[in-house]
C-alpha cells in the first residue's frame, strides 16, 4: 500500500517498522496501519462512514506515534540539539456510500474557531476514495486493496438481498473465497474477518440510528421554539391563555404549561430562557 501510494518499490522488510498505536479506541480508529519507512511516517485507516473530522483524529493520532518516538530514541526536547523526525503521511481510504471525488485533502485549519494571525499552521488528511471506479491505478497496483474494495462491494450486493447482514456477509466471503479474492486471507482468518465486519456494520447503524434520532429531536425542538415564540407574541398583546390555544389550535393544557413559564420572563419575553427551563 505505502509503495502504491508514493510510487516506490521498497521489498525489503527490515526497512519497515510498525508503529501503530495500541488501543487507540477512544478514536475509534480500529482499522488503522501505521508504519516507519524510507523516514516517512504513515498513517492509514479505512473509514466506511464519512467524518469531517479526520484531519483532528489523525492529528491526535499522531501526537501519540510523535510522543512514542521520542520516547524511544530518548530525544531531549529541551536540548539544543535540533531533532529529525520522520515526515507525516496521513490516508483515509474511504469505502461509503457518500458520493467523493478520488481525491480529496481535508485541512484541520477549517475547524479553527479563529483564523490565524500570525503565522500557518496546517495539518491534512488525505481522503482517498476506494468505491468501484475510483482510484482505479491506486487499487491496480495494490492487489490486497483492490480485492478487499471487492469484498466490501460484493457484502453491499448481498446486504440488498438479504435483511440478516450475518447472512450477507458470510455470503460475500464465500463468493470471494470461490472467486479467488483474499482467498488465503478468508481462508485463515474467515471467523475473525466475519466477526471485524459484522462490528464495523454494527457501528454504521448505530451511527444511522443517532443521526435520525438528532434529526427528528431537532424537528420537535424547531417546532416548540415556533410554538414558544408565538405564544410570547400573543402575551404580549394581552391574549388570555383560552385565546391563545384557540388562535393557535392546540390543546389549552400545552399552552399554559408555557405560558406560566414564559411570564416570568416578561416583558422582553426572551424565547432562548423560556426554551431553557423548558428543558
Not at 482517498?128 to 471487492?150: D, F, H, M, R, V
Amino acid at each position: 500500500l505505502y509503495n502504491a501510494l508514493n510510487e516506490t518499490n521498497y521489498t525489503n522488510l527490515d526497512d519497515l517498522e510498525i508503529t501503530t498505536m495500541e488501543n487507540a479506541v477512544y478514536m475509534s480508529m480500529k482499522n488503522d496501519v501505521s508504519c516507519i519507512i524510507a523516514n516517512n511516517m504513515a498513517l492509514f485507516e479505512q473509514q466506511s462512514t464519512w467524518n469531517p473530522n479526520m484531519p483532528l483524529r489523525g492529528f491526535m493520532y499522531f501526537s501519540d506515534l510523535f510522543n512514542k518516538y521520542v520516547s524511544k530514541y530518548h530525544f531531549r526536547l529541551y536540548d539544543d540539539k535540533f531533532i529529525k523526525i520522520p515526515t507525516p503521511q496521513y490516508y483515509v481510504l474511504y469505502n461509503g456510500s457518500r458520493k467523493v471525488p478520488d481525491k480529496q485533502i481535508l485541512k484541520l485549519s477549517d475547524a479553527f474557531i479563529a483564523p490565524p494571525k500570525d503565522g500557518i499552521f496546517e495539518w491534512t488528511a488525505t481522503v482517498l476514495n476506494i468505491n468501484p471506479g475510483y482510484n482505479e491505478k491506486l487499487l491496480s497496483a495494490c492487489k490486497p486493496l483492490k480485492e478487499y474494495a471487492i469484498l466490501i462491494e460484493t457484502i453491499k450486493e448481498y446486504r440488498q438481498k438479504y435483511d440478516d447482514k450475518n447472512v450477507a456477509i458470510e455470503k460475500a466471503i464465500e463468493e470471494c473465497i470461490n472467486c479467488n479474492v483474499l482467498k488465503d486471507f478468508l481462508l485463515e482468518r474467515k471467523a475473525e474477518a466475519m466477526h471485524t465486519l459484522l462490528t464495523e456494520y454494527d457501528e454504521e447503524e448505530a451511527m444511522e440510528y443517532f443521526k435520525q434520532r438528532a434529526y427528528e429531536d431537532g424537528i420537535v425542538k424547531g417546532e416548540l421554539q415556533l410554538l414558544v415564540s408565538n405564544i410570547c407574541k400573543k402575551m404580549i398583546k394581552n391574549k388570555s391563555i383560552e385565546q391563545i390555544a384557540d388562535e393557535l389550535e392546540e390543546d389549552v393544557s400545552k399552552i399554559r404549561k408555557i405560558y406560566d413559564i414564559a411570564k416570568e420572563f416578561a416583558p422582553d419575553y426572551n424565547v432562548e430562557k423560556i426554551m431553557a427551563k423548558l428543558g
